[in-house]
C-alpha cells in the first residue's frame, strides 16, 4: 500500500473538516473561533496541492474532493458568517437568508473553475478564498473601532457585490512566480509589498483592504495590458 499518494487527500480533509466545525461554531455565536478554523482550512487548502506536486501523487479524485472541501468551507462557512452577522444589525429574519448567495454563488465559481481551462496563471472571477477571507474578516471588523463602517446595508452589499465577482468575467492575478525577477512580477511583488505595510498598520483588520486591493491592483492590471497591447 502506497501510504504517500493518500498525504494529500488527507490534507484536503483536514480543510473539510475545519470547515464543518467552522459552520458549528458559526451556528453557536461564536463567529470568531469560526473565521480562526477557516483561516487554518485555507493553510491546509494550500499544503495539499503542494504536497500533491512534491509527492507527484496528483489524480482526478484529489481535484474533485478538493473542490467539494472548498465548497464547504469556502462556501457554506463564510456565508453563515454572514448570515449571522446580518442577523445583528436586522430583526427581519428574513433579510439574513441574502447571505446564501455567497454558498450559491460559490458553487457557481467551483463548478467553472473545474472545466475552464484558461484558469492556469491567472482567475477568471474571485477565488472563493479570497472571498471567504474577505467575508470572514467582518468577524473582526464589528468588534473592533472601526465597526462604525459597518451596517446592515453594508454587509447586504457586500454579499451581494462578492457573490457576483465570483463568476464576473475579470481576470485576476495568481501569485504564482515561475521567476523572481521584477520586470515580469511587478503585480505580484507590488501586491506583497502593500499588503505587508497593511498588516503592520492595521494588524488582523488589514485582511479586508488586502482583498480589495488585490481587485483593484488586478483591475488595473487588466487595463494597462490592454494598452501595451494596442
Known amino acids: 500500500m502506497n501510504i504517500k499518494k493518500h498525504i494529500p487527500n488527507t490534507i484536503t480533509c483536514g480543510n473539510l473538516f475545519c470547515g464543518c466545525l467552522g459552520i458549528v461554531f458559526a451556528f453557536k455565536g461564536d463567529l470568531i473561533f469560526a473565521t480562526y478554523l477557516l483561516w487554518l482550512a485555507m493553510v491546509l487548502d494550500f499544503f495539499d496541492g503542494f504536497a500533491a506536486r512534491m509527492l507527484k501523487v496528483s489524480s482526478p479524485i484529489g481535484k474533485e474532493l478538493d473542490s467539494l472541501a472548498d465548497m464547504v468551507t469556502f462556501g457554506v462557512l463564510p456565508a453563515v458568517i454572514m448570515y449571522h452577522l446580518i442577523g445583528q444589525y436586522s430583526e427581519n429574519e428574513y433579510l439574513s437568508f441574502i447571505a446564501f448567495t455567497i454558498a450559491i454563488f460559490s458553487a457557481l465559481r467551483l463548478a467553472k473553475f ?3 481551462e484558461r484558469q492556469q496563471s491567472v482567475f477568471i472571477g474571485l477565488p472563493t478564498p479570497a472571498n471567504a477571507l474577505f467575508i470572514s474578516s467582518f468577524a473582526f471588523i464589528v468588534t473592533s473601532d472601526y465597526s462604525s463602517f459597518v451596517s446592515i446595508w453594508v454587509l447586504l452589499a457586500v454579499s451581494i457585490v462578492f457573490s457576483l465577482l465570483l463568476i464576473a468575467p475579470v481576470e485576476l492575478f495568481a501569485l504564482k512566480f515561475k521567476s523572481f525577477s521584477w520586470k515580469d512580477n511587478k503585480i505580484r511583488f507590488t501586491f506583497l509589498i ?11 483588520l488589514a485582511i479586508s483592504l488586502i482583498i480589495i486591493t488585490y481587485i483593484g491592483l488586478s483591475l488595473i492590471n ?9
Open 194 to 204: 502593500i499588503s505587508v505595510l497593511f498588516i503592520a498598520i492595521f494588524k488582523i
Open 222 to 230: 487588466n487595463t494597462v495590458n490592454k494598452q501595451s497591447v494596442t
Open 114 to 116: 473545474n472545466i475552464d
